[in-house]
Structure formats: structure tokens, C-alpha cells
């Protein structure tokens, strides 16, 4: 660890905290309150820095952190730097660990028994219910952020595997509304243009997946000046894409013209042997899905006669028929592997929204059932009005009157 790591990671951890202005008002709440002193909090998430602001107010609040990467390359190895040395945090990550170091930090976060788990894609709730059942009696409920993880969770659930509480961050409005489609938006962009060095306007791009985090993909690659074509398995959100503008095609037929390619679905296999086999030479591909399974790169591998490193975060893949295809960070999420993630004021409103939702289980686990819970509207209501506030937004109210005639079934005038 070198003295101008540390200071890099500071300055980082300083400037994300300085455009946090809802995360920095549940501070200095939690500094008076101290709601989680005397509790142990086990966090996976992309360690950056406005995750590590998230770390830091929770210390703040009184918790025990210790606090790993869910990815292997989404890792800022000043901020690690910089919460050992300057916020005396226990942090297990490292750019570009290997498999076995992943799953060894994951290990080393569930070795201090958390009471509570923050989740970013639930590898390590997934760990304490398989492999480390030794910490579950301790594990009191938590937290989870990302769509693939609360796919994963609320299947646990249905199959009566879940054994304690977990709040499902990600479908919270002030979370899926914001960090989605604004944040996913603007940091694959991010990711991209530090990837690659190449225009977005005039390219025909695919977009797989119309959720939330693709509607934001979509709608920024619209405005850079991409022809934009999406893909999608849900009838509704075909009919939402066509509608917003875009055309709407299977990915068999898409790829065909496809200069670019963004996944952003939490499924795997959604470009397989048989899209690359009609891919248009040169396509450069990126995932912004949490795992990189998405993009099917064994099958890329077996239809290749080499693979090379055409730049820092690229591989150029030729193809027995003497295409070039190009993956952007191994198939892993591109917007934090070659990115430096969403922007801070977006992260601002989720990781306030984990911060409270940790405060709410403490205060509320013993009443609660081993299943997957809705972050209370309360939690959002709060968090928006923070910002508001932040924003010198004001707005209206409803009278009495209003009040009494919304709640009312009679006819009225």
C-alpha cells in the first residue's frame, strides 16, 4: 500500500461523499443514533467509492463492516487503500482477482458472523446458505440490490430455502426508477467510450433486454445518435420499445447489422453460437448484467482460431471464417470493469435506500418471515423528499378537502 494510493482512494471516497447530499443527511443521523452499534454488517458489492461512502456511514452508525467485491473486476484499489487506512475498515478485494481469491474474500466476510448482509447479485447469501451454513444462525436478515440477485433470492424463497429475511432493494422506487435507467444509462456510455475510443453516433446498436437498465442503455444510445434496435423475450416490453421509437427485432436477425451490442437482461446465454455465427464482422459487444454469462464467451472461444487483447479492456476474437468479434471486459459488467460505475449523485439515492433498509431490518427482523420483502414506501418517501429538499424543489400538498374526497367512493363534486 503506497502513501498516493491512499491519497487517490481519499480524494475519490471525498468526491463521491461531497455529491451524496442524502447518504451525507442519514450520516449525521446515524452518527446521533448509532442504530446498528454493537452489530456486525457483511457487505459483497462493487468496492468503489460510493460504495465505500455506504460502508463508512454504516460504521458510522456503529457496525462491525467488513466488506468484499461482488465482481472480480469492478474493484478500486485506492478506495481499498484508502478505507483501511484512513477508516479502519476490513476490506477484501482486489482488481482482477482470481476466481478462487472471489470466493476466499466472500469467505472472509462471512468469517466475522455479520448479523446483517448487504448483496450485490447474492453470491454471498447464496455462499452462507450452501457452503458456510456455520454463520446462519447469526444472520438476522438483508439486504439485496440487483435484479439477477433477487431473481436468484425469490427462487431460494419459493423453494423454502431462504432462511432469514432479505429486502429487495432493487424494486425500491428511489432505487429501479433512478440507479436503473439513469445509472446504468450513463456509466455503460462510461465504460464504453474508456473501452473502446469509438463513436456512438451513426453505429447500429442492439440492446438486449427492456427493463429499466435497458430502457436507460437505449434511450442514452438514442441520444448519442445510435440506430437502435432491442430485443426482447416479454410481448409488453416489446410493445414499450417499439413505442418509445426503436425497432424490434430477435437477436438472430439483429446482430446481422449490429456495429455494437449491450446485454442488460440478468439471463444467460442471451448472445450464443448461433447469433455469432451471423454477427456482422468488427460488432464490438459489452454486458451491463450483473454476471458474464450473458454473452456466451466459451462458445466465442470454440468458434475462434485466437483470441488477443486488441486494448486494455478489449479482446478481439478471429473467427474460423476470418470475422473479427470484439468482447469489452471478458463479458463482465463493462460499466465497472471499464468504467468507474454509476455517477455519484445516483448512487446517492440507492445506497441511502440500503442504509435505511438495514436500520428498518434491525428494527424490525424478529417480526418477519424467511422470505423476500418490499423495501417500505416510507423508506422511498423519505429518501425523496431528502433530495427535494437538497434540490430547493418544493411541492404541492393536498387540502383537507382533497384528502377526504380521494378516500371517498361516493360521487362527488
Not at 447530499?21 to 446515524?30: A, C, E, G, K, S
Not at 421509437?245 to 456495429?259: I, L, Q, R, S, T
Request: charged share 25%.
Amino acid at each position: 500500500m503506497t502513501d498516493e494510493l491512499v491519497e487517490k482512494g481519499s480524494r475519490r471516497l471525498k468526491w463521491a461523499f461531497d455529491h451524496m447530499p442524502v447518504l451525507r443527511t442519514i450520516d449525521r443521523q446515524f452518527r446521533d443514533e448509532q442504530p446498528l452499534t454493537g452489530l456486525k454488517v457483511g457487505m459483497a458489492l462493487h468496492t468503489e467509492a460510493k460504495t465505500g461512502m455506504l460502508a463508512v456511514v454504516l460504521s458510522h452508525a456503529g457496525a462491525k463492516i467488513c466488506l468484499a467485491s461482488c465482481n472480480p473486476l469492478s474493484t478500486d484499489d485506492s478506495v481499498v487503500a484508502a478505507l483501511r487506512a484512513e477508516h479502519g475498515l476490513e476490506v477484501h478485494a482486489k482488481k482482477g482477482e482470481s476466481e478462487d481469491e472471489y470466493y476466499t474474500n466472500l469467505n472472509s466476510v462471512l468469517n466475522i458472523s455479520p448479523d446483517y448482509v448487504i448483496d450485490d447479485g447474492a453470491d454471498l447469501i447464496t455462499m452462507a446458505h450452501t457452503k458456510r451454513r456455520d454463520v446462519l444462525k447469526n444472520i438476522k436478515g438483508g439486504n439485496e440490490e440487483t435484479t439477477t440477485g433477487v431473481i436468484r433470492l425469490k427462487a431460494m424463497a419459493a423453494a423454502g430455502k431462504l432462511e432469514f429475511p432479505l429486502m429487495d432493494v432493487n424494486d425500491a422506487k428511489m432505487k429501479y426508477l433512478f440507479d436503473n435507467r439513469y445509472g446504468t444509462g450513463q456509466s455503460a456510455f462510461d465504460g464504453w467510450m474508456n473501452a473502446t475510443n469509438l463513436i456512438v453516433a451513426g453505429k447500429h446498436m442492439v440492446v438486449a433486454g427492456y427493463g429499466w437498465c435497458g430502457k436507460g442503455v437505449a434511450m442514452r444510445a438514442k441520444g448519442l445518435g445510435a440506430i437502435v434496435t432491442v430485443c426482447e423475450i416479454d410481448p409488453v416490453k416489446a410493445i414499450e420499445a417499439r413505442m418509445d421509437g426503436f425497432d424490434v427485432k430477435p437477436m438472430a436477425e439483429a446482430v446481422k447489422d449490429a456495429d455494437m451490442l449491450m446485454t442488460v437482461t440478468g439471463c444467460k446465454g442471451v448472445v450464443s453460437a448461433k447469433d455469432f455465427a451471423v454477427m456482422k464482422n468488427g460488432c464490438v459487444m459489452g454486458n451491463v448484467g450483473h454476471f458474464d454469462n450473458e454473452i456466451d464467451k466459451q462458445a466465442l472461444a470454440g468458434m475462434s482460431v485466437s483470441v488477443a487483447r486488441a486494448r486494455e479492456f478489449i479482446d478481439e476474437y478471429q473467427l474460423k471464417d476470418g470475422r473479427h468479434l470484439y468482447l469489452i471486459a471478458q463479458g463482465r459488467l463493462m460499466n465497472l470493469a471499464a468504467g468507474q460505475g454509476h455517477p455519484a449523485e445516483i448512487m446517492d439515492t440507492s445506497f441511502s435506500t440500503q442504509a435505511l433498509s438495514i436500520v428498518y431490518l434491525v428494527n424490525h427482523h424478529e417480526q418477519m418471515n424467511s422470505q423476500v420483502y418490499s423495501v417500505p414506501s416510507e423508506i422511498d418517501q423519505r429518501i425523496a423528499e431528502i433530495k427535494l429538499d437538497d434540490w430547493g424543489v418544493k411541492i404541492d400538498t393536498l387540502t383537507p378537502e382533497q384528502v377526504k374526497y380521494l378516500g371517498s367512493w361516493q360521487e362527488g363534486t
